[in-house]
């Protein structure tokens, strides 16, 4: 992203978004996540890999499926599935896998377990989290639904109960063309102003 032409308020630029002080106050099952994640200390535990918790718990906009996405950033793979594989082999439910690279994606290794009750999913890959597609897509939405408003929001939340996924719920709506996911990142680098012409609202 091209933080240069940022000029977004407080709670919608990027520096919002790290811990887990949005996470608690984002709903209910946000804040027992951000509960989960202090009392396991599961961000200190991935302190060195620089994480982020992004997805819809941050937003306030998911779903009772819904878990706690973790962002990593890893200069190896190997190496940092062996933590993993130590650090929380011991949780139910662990797993471990590699995903292979995509046009889009670099290689990466996806952690899943249950931490007391809630799925927590580290997605780990060689860029920063912040430079991700999942932590600018939850930058970008949590600005769409600042501007459209709760109605927006739960029409999002009806659209993944059918099991459609948040990218392309947000783009179903917004009548994005193309590829949902780099459809939204496209947003990333707009001003207030800039997103609400492309939303066709009149300002916020």
Not at 134 to 154: K, S, T, W
Request: net charge negative; aromatic share 8%.
């Amino acid at each position: 992203m091209n933080q240069t032409v940022m000029d977004w308020a407080e709670g919608l630029d990027t520096q919002s978004f790290s811990g887990i002080g949005r996470l608690a106050t984002a709903s209910p099952k946000g804040a027992q996540a951000a509960d989960i994640l202090d009392r396991f200390q599961i961000l200190e535990c991935l302190v060195d890999y620089g994480p982020e918790v992004v997805g819809t718990l941050p937003l306030g906009i998911e779903i009772a499926t819904s878990d706690i996405d973790i962002l990593c950033n890893v200069s190896g793979l190997d190496a940092f599935g062996l933590f993993a594989d130590h650090a929380f082999g011991g949780f139910a439910g662990y797993t471990r896998h590699r995903r292979d690279a995509t046009d889009h994606v670099g290689a990466a290794v996806v952690v899943r377990f249950e931490c007391d009750g809630l799925p927590i999913e580290i997605f780990a890959t060689d860029r920063q989290a912040r430079e991700q597609y999942g932590f600018v897509h939850m930058l970008v939405e949590a600005r769409i639904l600042h501007i459209m408003g709760d109605g927006f929001a739960r029409k999002i939340q009806d659209l993944k109960q059918t099991g459609i996924k948040t990218e392309p719920a947000f783009a179903s709506l917004l009548r994005l063309d193309g590829d949902p996911y780099l459809a939204l990142a496209k947003l990333a680098d707009l001003s207030p102003s800039e997103l609400c012409g492309r939303l066709g609202v009149s300002g916020i």
